[in-house]
């Protein structure tokens, strides 16, 4: 299946890229906007600052892109801060409107364990972005920040009191983990998504 792989700047887009190819991707890395409008299926990959991925995606008007995709059918995954960029908020650094596909606000963690978490935590999951993988499994993360309970949420985690691993809203899934260094379960969930219809 086409995926059309979204080239941020603030993204590990090398490191996704490989991932996704090892599960039959045939892929596109691209930053054109009229090539992601008419995408059938997206990935938005994000690392470091919610403001400056969304500046980029507002600069460039590959927000409008994304939109309209999703608004087309397309089907579209967010991973780490791609994630975040879904939701309607962040108040990293200050409040920052996100794309708005899905109800929640993105905050730090709060609590005794150290931020940003760094390393393995077991997900509980349930939907079609984790079929065939046991849950709970570990996936691995590096996060400060993260949505809490939305009702969108299809996993969650443990990490300063419960939070939202990952979410569906029709065709718009999300990952706060990295599936690309997650090992066999991460490839799983990159191959769900590749292979949905």
């Known amino acids: 299946m086409n995926v059309t792989l979204i080239d ?3 993204a590990n887009v090398a490191n996704i890229a490989r991932a996704l190819h090892v599960v039959d991707a045939e892929l596109c890395v691209t930053r054109d906007a009229a090539t992601i409008a008419s995408a059938p299926k997206l990935v938005l990959p994000g690392v470091g600052s919610f403001g400056a991925a969304m500046a980029w995606l507002t600069g460039t008007r590959i927000d409008d892109a994304i939109r309209a995709a999703v608004a087309n059918g397309a ?3 967010g991973i780490c801060v791609g994630h975040q960029l879904l ?4 108040h990293e650094m200050g409040t920052t409107r996100g794309l708005g596909f899905l109800r929640g606000e993105v905050q730090r963690f709060e609590g005794p364990l150290p931020v940003p978490q760094i390393g393995w935590n077991r997900v509980h999951a349930r939907g079609v972005l984790f079929d065939q993988i046991e849950t709970p499994s570990a996936f691995y993360f590096v996060n400060s920040y993260a ?3 939305v009702e969108s949420e299809i996993a969650a985690a443990e990490y300063n009191g419960p939070f939202t691993a990952a979410v569906q809203q029709g065709r718009v899934f999300g990952v706060q983990f990295h599936p690309e260094k997650s090992s066999r379960a991460g ?4 191959r ?3 292979t949905l219809n």
């Not at 490839?187 to 990159?190: I, K, T």
């Open 147 to 149: 949505a809490r309970g």
């Open 8 to 10: 941020s700047p603030v």
């Open 192 to 194: 769900n998504f590749v």
């Open 75 to 77: 089907s579209l995954l």
């Open 87 to 90: 939701f309607d908020v962040s």
């Open 187 to 190: 490839l799983r969930v990159l």
